[in-house]
């Protein structure tokens, strides 16, 4: 049975359990014997609770189990003896003959898979009619466990909210999980990697070619410190240049002086900036601010200067991150104390000293949280450089020469043909994993200042 | 209306400051109703009467405190010395040096003690050098009674001291800067009945050296601190007086009523 009529019918029998569960316990209520503890509706939803929620772990479970359970039993049939024993090639040839199975497509391309499709076809049929049948069993049995509980005393409502509880648990736990993931596949890529080249070579080296790895010595040519120079330069320096002196000068206005109105319109203009998608300041970095940036080197007699200059893609992830910077900004302004505004007024001076001297020291470590979270957020950004970057990794504090950063370089690497087994292709996962520990780093450290900050205030 | 003593015009008093006819709005609606009132110098004037009567809001007018608050409309006439504090001759910020003000919620700045006493003579270029400076910040803080609790400490961070130091920095931090007048709005009512009768008897300390405005919740501090007592209601002041006559034999029923506690 198709998942989806799976589901429609396990929370079918929800409903049904529901109404059951409720209509029971309103017939308690009618008796008049004993005063329920719960409402009615409460019963209903335990019910529904244990009906559904058992089948639907197992069939979870079952949907993520059962390809290696049908992989396993194929294997065993006659007609896959001759298989080959590289799981590359093996799984390719099940996978067609599962296609055929499922109806997907017609016929098979490899004629080993032909004579597996018979014994596939099989096994898909038994673990599905098996799933369902245990699902269905779960939903009746949980449903039944359930409504033999239900009496006038007993404690629905707190067993509802408990099961409440733990759905909300289980959702936040799926992003924490999901990280955890994302972490954990960087994280073997990486060893593979770092089984062909030594650490101390990618992380240290600063020559960076990998078009040219000589096999004997890979890590001679994936040196990545040039890739992290230019992150660092365009992301970190010439970004942040531009977003952190116009980020905070528009927060500062727009708190401080703009009129309720100006501001009414002014905000939404900021946020919709920030609404652009990356790819269309890619467009413009690659073809209006690069060319012009470059024809301002030749002016100034750089007769050589590079269209793909760190300059012009750093400019526009600074304009980029003007809103992140501003948003945060103006929060942290927002909330120092209106005591502390007023009290400095109040002694004569002026606007802009209230803000130079008491509005921005009290917000600056929120401000700092602020740029700490937009420096991350621009090492990581991708479209931008990889539209107005340069490949060339040059170590350069020109920013009129060309720069390249890591997330341009994992592009670059994991495009185009290339075999995942090569230190070539796995030198992205290394470059991914180290990019990812710097921006964590960046954030924990970020969320520590906005932390303590906040219970300086409350 | 108010049955205050009849006031000859505002130019001719010699007062410290005197308002005449003041209304006060909050976008449409009046917060403060045709307040005639003098302040002189050799007295504490205190401001009384229930929650909402606009006791602070006429206080905040007298720096133009108000004016950082978009929707707010003073009309009448306000003068400190015979002069318009609204008339556009009137800087600002010359104003508020000399008419200080103490906030309800101790305010420190969140930076050192030192640097709080410092930050008004700093920005009115009062110092001319370090030593100068040194000795406002010394004399403010003995004059609000706070020197021989920081002395030793001036480094540390005025959000650090207790409540009642900090409403005391915060006077040292008005008076640095030499003003005339000193509004206090509700200074003890954050504070604790010990921290309170230390501020109370530095108001005592300070009368005659400023003219001294203090709105209180607290009839009994009014009382105890003061020589002069308005009584707002409604946005109206009903009446002014001395503070003796004002609490033993006050003139209007809606003043008597409040004294004895009968609304408020």
């Known amino acids: ?458 | 209306m108010t049955d205050a003593t009849p006031l000859s015009t505002a130019t001719a008093t010699g007062h410290k400051m005197s308002a005449r006819g003041v209304n006060v709005f909050y976008g449409d609606k009046q917060a403060i109703r045709d307040v005639s009132i003098d302040v002189d110098m050799d007295h504490v004037t205190a401001f009384i009467g229930p929650s909402g009567c606009g006791k602070s809001t006429f206080l905040r007018t007298l720096n133009r405190m108000n004016d950082t608050i978009a929707s707010a409309r003073v009309t009448g006439d306000i003068m400190l010395d015979g002069e318009d504090i609204y008339s556009s001759a009137m800087d600002v910020v010359q104003l508020r040096a000399r008419v200080g003000m103490v906030f309800q919620k101790p305010n420190p700045f969140p930076k050192s003690i030192y640097e709080n006493v410092a930050y008004g003579p700093r920005i009115h270029g009062l110092a001319a050098s370090k030593v100068a400076l040194d000795g406002i910040v010394e004399g403010s803080l003995r004059r609000a009674g706070l020197w021989d609790e920081v002395k030793d400490r001036l480094s540390d961070s005025g959000t650090a001291l207790s409540g009642g130091q900090q409403q005391r920095l915060c006077i040292a931090r008005a008076i640095a800067v030499d003003p005339e007048v000193i509004l206090m709005d509700e200074p003890c009512s954050a504070l604790d009945p010990i921290a309170t009768a230390k501020i109370e008897e530095l108001i005592h300390e300070l009368r005659g050296r400023y003219a001294i405005v203090i709105v209180t919740h607290n009839m009994q501090q009014a009382a105890r601190v003061s020589q002069k007592t308005a009584f707002f209601h409604l946005g109206q002041l009903v009446e002014y007086g001395d503070t003796d006559n004002i609490f033993t034999a006050p003139k209007q029923e809606r003043t008597k009523d409040y004294i004895t506690g009968r609304y408020g």
């Open chain 1, 1 to 458: 049975m198709n998942v989806f009529a799976l589901l429609f019918v396990v929370v079918g029998l929800g409903l049904i359990g529901w109404l059951t569960a409720r209509a029971r316990a309103v017939r308690f209520d009618r008796g008049g014997q004993k005063r329920l503890h719960s409402l009615p509706s409460q019963h209903g939803w335990y019910v529904a609770m244990w009906t559904v929620l058992p089948a639907l772990l197992f069939v979870a479970a079952w949907t993520a189990l059962s390809p290696a359970l049908i992989r396993d039993q194929v294997l065993k049939a006659p007609a896959a003896a001759q298989l080959s024993d590289f799981a590359f090639e093996r799984d390719t040839i099940l996978g067609e003959a599962r296609d055929v199975a499922l109806g997907r497509a017609d016929s098979t391309f490899d004629p080993t898979a032909d004579a597996l499709v018979a014994p596939m076809r099989e096994a898909i049929a038994f673990y599905g009619w098996t799933g369902t049948a245990i699902a269905i069993l779960l939903a009746f049995a949980g449903g039944a466990f359930a409504f033999s509980r239900i009496s006038p005393a007993f404690r629905a409502r707190t067993r509802v909210e408990r099961g409440l509880m733990l759905i909300l648990l289980v959702a936040s736990l799926i992003a924490i999980l999901t990280t955890i993931g994302i972490f954990l596949s960087l994280f073997w890529e990486s060893i593979r990697f770092f089984a062909m080249v030594p650490p101390q070579d990618f992380l240290f080296s600063t020559h960076w070619s990998p078009q040219l790895i000589d096999p004997n010595n890979p890590g001679k040519s994936l040196g990545a410190v040039p890739l992290f120079w230019g992150t660092f330069f365009i992301g970190a320096v010439i970004a942040m240049l531009v977003a952190i002196p116009f980020g905070l000068m528009s927060a500062i206005y727009l708190t401080q002086y703009a009129a309720p109105r100006v501001r009414a319109w002014m905000k939404p203009m900021l946020e919709i900036l920030a609404g652009v998608p990356t790819v269309v300041y890619g467009y413009f970095a690659a073809l209006t601010v690069a060319p012009a940036v470059r024809d301002l080197a030749v002016h100034l007699g750089m007769p050589f200067a590079s269209a793909e200059s760190a300059l012009a893609a750093g400019l526009v992830m600074g304009v980029m991150i003007i809103p992140f910077v501003s948003s945060l900004a103006d929060d942290s302004i927002a909330a120092v104390p209106t005591a502390m505004r007023d009290g400095s007024l109040a002694m004569g001076a002026t606007n802009s000293e209230t803000i130079s001297r008491v509005l921005l020291p009290a917000a600056l470590p929120g401000v700092v949280a602020g740029v700490l979270l937009a420096v991350s957020r621009a090492i990581g950004e991708t479209m931008i450089v990889v539209m107005a970057a340069s490949g060339a990794a040059n170590i350069t504090l020109n920013p009129f020469e060309s720069a390249t950063t890591v997330t341009k370089q994992i592009v670059d690497l994991l495009t185009g043909e290339s075999e995942f087994d090569s230190p070539k292709t796995l030198a992205a996962f290394a470059l991914g994993l180290t990019l990812f520990v710097i921006t964590l780093l960046l954030n924990i450290v970020a969320l520590r200042v906005v932390k303590k900050y906040r219970e300086a205030y409350e």
